[in-house]
């Protein structure tokens, strides 16, 4: 074992830290990550200290593979971001840098300092940086270059005794951050560490500030706490210390009202921490998280997965109530409750389909009931009177022939008059359609527009003069030229 040492004000050497070897720690340096280890090489060679920390220490000592590594360094945001090119800037208090390699992301920080309490955004020192940490456990620092590990708090013996300890003092460490009693019992659940009697104390008693906490931060550690695959533990400790009412108020009330109601929650978060990370691949998304969290509530409210219109919109609506105070990412929610859904065989999303008319029935089988947007016999209100059949096109010439009139063909009978356009006169008529103020024109009337026309040799009926118009201009110029040419002009008109 090694020990650091550093300078006091008045020039005195002091003990700083204790540094364990490799053979000391026994950490197994193949379960740290190639991409972890050459973010701390590249720093170092730009002159920077740098170590993993946090959690990631923790497993390794362990014996687990992290799923995350978080590096610490001495380097300010600016300055990491111009030593790697794939860097990105976060955060606006707590100005932090995620590295990316390939799908993976580092997330790298800079020490800071306790001058203005263990919540100040000031950059500081290794020594300092340590301080502010929550808990022994978290406040590790590993050389993976080394293979050293580096202990300022007593961490490492807290460890092998298997005990959360809290860096900062009880009277002050919950008050400052009330976020860190989650973490406190979520570590105790995940790690299998004790918790002091003084600090359950302290949760017991602070246990209310959580309620003034940040919305966005009880989120981020909700979907941490149903990802940890401890979910099921988690949740009946944090009841047991009294925080999950002040995080989820409406479960809270749903498992104090029936017995029952806890057996069934419980049960789907167990079955949630079963869930295989590996064997499912995107079955550890999001919603599939929140789904396995909402279905007891759900399920057991009356009238809400079921098959109609509103079903969807009310589900996420009580969705979002159950789970208030918590902001959670809406796309996420929705496809949460949709889940659920489909595994009652239903697609709430899909609209439903409006009634349309009848296809394969010609106009005159439809008669006046089948016209689009006209109301058939199908479709008639109950209770109303009987139906009136459109005539047939037989009776419809025998009334003609009786009025004198000329019978029009059963093709014609069926198809709809369409009425002319104009400027209207004054009594109904329109100007150039000599039509009643019914506004259809009379049989006779009709029967003389069908008449063929003839024209006079040299005009050009109304077809023929369309037709010219829709010819090229060469053709016309060509046309042009024989009607002023002299045979053309001395022919004239025959009778």
């Known amino acids: ?22 053979k000391e720690h026994e950490i197994d340096a193949s379960k740290v990550d190639f991409d972890a280890r050459r973010i701390v090489e590249r720093l170092r060679e730009n002159g920077h200290e740098a170590f993993i920390v946090g959690g990631a220490v923790r497993d390794l000592l362990l014996g687990r593979t992290p799923k995350d590594f978080d590096i610490v360094t001495d380097a300010e945001p600016s300055r990491i971001k111009r030593v790697f090119r794939n860097a990105r800037v976060i955060g606006r208090r707590f100005r932090l840098v995620h590295v990316y390699a390939g799908p993976k992301i580092f997330e790298v920080s800079t020490f800071r300092s306790i001058a203005k309490g263990t919540v100040g955004n000031e950059y500081g020192s290794i020594d300092e940086d340590a301080l502010r940490r929550d808990f022994t456990c978290n406040a590790l620092y590993y050389d993976p270059i080394q293979e050293q590990l580096v202990d300022y708090v007593g961490g490492f013996k807290h460890v092998k005794a298997r005990r959360i300890v809290p860096v900062i003092p009880l009277k002050s460490i919950f008050i400052e951050d009330p976020v860190r009693m989650i973490r406190c019992v979520k570590y105790a659940a995940t790690t299998g560490f004790g918790v002091p009697i003084r600090t359950r104390w302290a949760i017991r008693r602070d246990a209310g500030l959580l309620a003034e906490a940040s919305t966005s931060r009880l989120t981020e550690e909700f979907l941490k706490i149903l990802a940890s695959g401890k979910s099921a533990e988690i949740l009946e400790r944090l009841e047991s210390f009294g925080l999950l009412r002040h995080i989820v108020p409406e479960c809270s009330n749903f498992l104090a009202k029936d017995s029952r109601n806890r057996e069934i929650l419980h049960a789907a978060l167990v079955e949630l921490d079963g869930l295989d990370a590996a064997a499912a691949g995107r079955e550890r998304r999001l919603s599939l998280l929140i789904s396995h969290f909402l279905r007891p509530w759900l399920e057991n409210l009356s009238g809400v997965i079921e098959d109609r219109p509103e079903a969807f919109q009310d589900a996420l609506q009580q969705a979002k109530s159950f789970l208030a ?44 009931g089948g016209r689009i947007g006209g109301r058939g016999p199908a479709s008639r209100e109950p209770g109303a009177g009987p139906v009136e059949q459109a005539p047939s096109a037989t009776e419809a010439e025998e009334d003609s022939s009786k009025a004198g009139e000329q019978p029009a063909s059963s093709t014609e009978a069926s198809k709809p008059r369409r009425r002319r356009r104009g400027p209207r006169k004054p009594g109904g008529a329109i100007e150039g359609g000599n039509l009643e103020s019914t506004g259809r024109p009379s049989p006779s009337q009709e029967a003389k527009r069908r ?35 002299p045979d053309a002009s001395s022919e004239g008109p025959t009778a």
């Open 451 to 485: 008449e063929p026309k003839v024209s006079a040799p040299g005009t050009k009926s109304p077809q023929e003069g369309e037709s010219l118009s829709r010819t090229s201009g060469a053709a016309r110029r060509r046309r042009k030229k024989q009607r002023k040419s």
């Open 1 to 22: 074992m090694l020990i650091r040492y550093r300078k006091t004000d008045d020039g005195k050497v002091v003990a700083r830290a204790l540094v364990y070897t490799a």
């Open 325 to 368: 105070p918590l902001n959670l990412p809406r796309v996420e929610l929705e496809a949460a409750v949709l889940v659920l859904f489909k595994k009652r065989g239903l697609s709430p999303l899909e609209r439903p389909r409006r009634p349309g008319p009848e296809r394969g029935r010609g106009p005159a089988e439809r008669g006046r």
